[in-house]
């Protein structure tokens, strides 16, 4: 469907167009989504639940780790119900205004969870670096207070977004080839130029995305200096332990943004636009769906106290019989 040519007003609303060329397979694609989406759910809620009912996990690593889950929670949730209503009953319409809404969600939670990550690297550095200050460092107030900062930095920059947008007009296509509203998905349907939208996008990238990755490679750094410097080998493999769980999420979370990011900017029709939105998708729902897991097995604490809730329940109900 097409706004007329004659009017450079914003459209009432947007087509959004699921996976162009994979149309027929909608469905099929719909059903690992909805399984990782019910993943994400359970895993999150469950790691959100565990960290507040068990007293021994109320230790900075595992507040931070139930930031991440909701902002993961919240991530998936922006885009999965809205791609299932598109694979499932062709619902592909959305208002405008709901499109920037979700644009400034999407984007504020990935700015957000990429801050939590950064905090996450911080908090492995000084448990390995300064062990015996670990308590006094990373006191209550300072995490939360690092989180409130983050949340803000993630949602101040991300509010020029849909204003930068709404000045636009649109006075071709109205169908966006995504299951949901991207930035430069929205943008590149515009008649106008769209450098500035471009030139803040970039700056945005190189303000969260370009610092978080520098501080988190420089914690790794002080970090891998510190653990190459212990004398005992079963130290350096449960300091090493500690970290595991942690890069896989770095490695899980900014593969897929890079990708997406510079195939967006720089990729031009060199790679398949059905790949690229299925990376796209793939790069708000695999963190979410993977961390709970990576950290339910990578982290002990969270087994044992997992075991142990599930031996309680187990126990509470051969009682009740």
């Known amino acids: ?14 087509i959004l167009n699921g996976i162009p060329g ?14 990782m989406y019910i993943i994400s759910l359970l895993g999150n809620l469950g790691l959100v639940y565990l960290i507040h009912h068990e007293e021994s996990l109320h230790h900075p690593m595992y507040f931070f780790l139930a930031m991440l889950s909701l902002i993961d929670l919240f991530s998936c949730t922006t885009i999965l119900p809205n ?12 208002n405008f205004n709901a499109c920037l809404v979700q644009m400034f969600f999407v984007h504020g939670f990935t700015g957000v969870e990429s801050g939590v990550l950064m905090l996450m690297a911080l908090d492995r ?9 670990y308590a006094t460092i990373l006191t209550n107030p300072i995490i939360a207070k690092a989180g409130l900062v983050t949340f803000l930095r993630g949602a101040l ?7 930068l947008v709404k000045r636009l007009p649109f006075c071709q296509s109205n169908i966006i080839s995504h299951t949901y509203c991207d930035h430069m998905s929205v943008v590149k349907l515009s008649c106008a130029s769209i450098k500035v939208n471009v030139i803040y996008g970039l700056v945005v990238a190189l303000l969260i995305g370009v610092f978080d990755i520098s501080c988190i490679f420089v914690s790794y750094t002080m970090i891998l200096r510190a653990v190459v410097s212990l004398s005992s080998a079963d130290a350096r493999q449960k300091a090493f332990s500690t970290c595991t769980a942690h890069i896989s999420a770095i490695i899980v979370t900014y593969v897929p943004a890079l990708f997406t990011l510079f195939t967006h900017r720089f990729g031009g029709h060199s790679i398949p636009s059905c790949l690229h939105i299925i990376v796209a998708n793939l790069y708000l729902l695999l963190p979410p ?33």
């Not at 469907?1 to 947007?14: A, D, I, Q, R």
């Not at 791609?83 to 959305?94: G, R, V």
Request: charged share 15%.
């Open 22 to 35: 994979l149309e027929r397979v909608h469905v099929w694609i719909s059903l690992p989504f909805c399984t």
């Open 125 to 133: 550095y000084v448990a390995i670096c300064y062990p015996l200050r």
């Open 83 to 94: 791609a299932l209503c598109i694979f499932w009953f062709n619902l592909k319409e959305i």
């Open 157 to 163: 920059l991300m509010i020029p977004f849909p204003f």
């Open 289 to 321: 769906t993977l961390n709970p897991i990576v950290y339910g097995i990578k982290t002990k604490q969270i087994r044992d106290n997992v075991i142990k809730l599930l031996q309680g329940e187990k126990g509470a109900s051969t009682q009740d019989k």
């Open 1 to 14: 469907m097409l706004v007329s040519n004659n009017s450079c007003v914003p459209p009432k609303y947007f």
